[in-house]
């Protein structure tokens, strides 16, 4: 029988948006305060959730320990404390804006390839807030 397992993580990071070939003022325009290069700070949450069997020597569909080591390592480790834009090359200038749809795409990406044979990453969420959260779920 399969089944998905989520676990929630979070992590305290700084950001801001702007394309670097823009001019300051269009970026302003675009992005309004948030192209601010001092950026502006979220405490994201991450919400990765796993499928597969449920194995019968455990009664789970991964080991919770290793779960929560890969997000360590992947997403509270790597993320946390940080400005995207500066510390993290995947959304240094000319990358990927940090939004919450690249940082769910980026988490996935990574934390993909590391599952064990017979579980697959079903979703990464990323809640910026409360009110506003993005969804990979890796399809096309």
Excluded at 97 to 123: H, K, M
């Amino acid at each position: 029988m399969l089944a998905s397992l989520s676990r929630v993580v979070g992590f305290h990071a700084r950001h801001h948006l702007a394309r670097p070939e823009w001019s300051a003022a269009r970026n302003r325009e675009a992005f309004g305060p948030l192209s601010d290069p001092a950026g502006h700070a979220h405490d994201y949450r991450c919400i990765v959730t796993v499928r597969g069997p449920i194995a019968a020597s455990h009664g789970m569909v991964m080991d919770l320990v290793a779960l929560d080591r890969l997000l360590d390592a992947e997403v509270v480790a790597r993320l946390d404390g940080k400005h995207l834009n500066r510390d993290i090359p995947a959304f240094a200038e000319g990358g990927m804006l940090p939004t919450c749809e690249a940082i769910a795409a980026d988490v996935f990406a990574r934390v993909a390839p590391r599952l064990p044979a017979g579980v697959v990453l079903e979703r990464v969420r990323i809640l910026e807030d409360p009110t506003l959260y993005a969804d990979c779920t890796g399809l096309p």
